[in-house]
Nanobody, 122 residues
Framework: QVRLVESGGGLVQTGGSLRLSCAAS????????MGWFRQAPGKEREIVAA???????SHADSVKGRFTISRDNAKNTVYLQMNNLKPEDTAVYYC????????????????WGQGTQVTVSS
């Protein structure tokens, strides 16, 4: 059974940091492109960052310079380091996976985790 399990969310003050993790199981992780997405209340889900099979990364303009996506294929895990958090970063953050090389920020996952809440207080 394929599973993506996110962790690391929580409540943080403006300017703070969090690191999200997404542990994958039931798939050959190094054959998948991975991405982090977020959905705020009343808004559509949007991509935050993506990493392809070779480790090449892409970040949305809204988080560039503050967030960093990375992966550890030995641990079947993808990370999102979030620094200098702002109230507008408040959302449920989802991990997504798609078999193949990846398409940068055009990644359209067919596998999803359950999400983890990130709340940034002002």
């Amino acid at each position: 059974q394929v599973r993506l399990v996110e962790s690391g969310g929580g409540l943080v003050q403006t300017g703070g940091s969090l690191r999200l993790s997404c542990a994958a199981s039931g798939l050959t992780f190094n054959l998948y492109a991975m991405g982090w997405f977020r959905q705020a209340p009343g808004k559509e889900r949007e991509i935050v960052a993506a990493i392809n099979r070779s480790g090449s990364t892409s970040h949305a303009d809204s988080v560039k310079g503050r967030f960093t996506i990375s992966r550890d294929n030995a641990k079947n895990t993808v990370y999102l380091q979030m620094n200098n958090l702002k109230p507008e970063d408040t959302a449920v953050y989802y991990c997504g996976a798609k078999y193949g090389m990846g398409q940068g920020l055009y990644l359209k996952p067919n596998l999803w985790g359950q999400g983890t809440q990130v709340t940034v207080s002002s």
